[in-house]
């Protein structure tokens, strides 16, 4: 199994039932007291929405990281485009 999937040896197991990706860990976070205070106060759930922003800063970087690995291709597919236009152009009805 790859290092990045390979479990810690202290690492609890998943429970069955559960798949990995629905397992929860305990995560302490300092938040900005107002903020904190301002949510509770309108029931907003801290975990969810943590997480939710978490998942949504992943996925910015994820998309970042690809974007980068990739800016050569991108480029390189734009510069054909201007020069050439579309390679299927002949064949739009539009």
Known sequence: MP???ARPMDAPAPRA???????RRSTNLTLAAGL???????GVNLSQAAEMGIAAAVSR???E????ENRDALD???AY???HGLPLARHRNF
């Open 3 to 5: 290092a990045a999937l």
């Open 17 to 23: 039932g559960r798949s990995a990706a629905a397992q």
């Open 36 to 42: 904190v205070a301002e949510a509770q106060s309108l």
């Open 61 to 63: 970087r994820r998309q």
């Open 65 to 68: 990281a690809w974007l980068a």
């Open 76 to 78: 390189g597919s734009n």
């Open 81 to 83: 485009v201007e020069a």
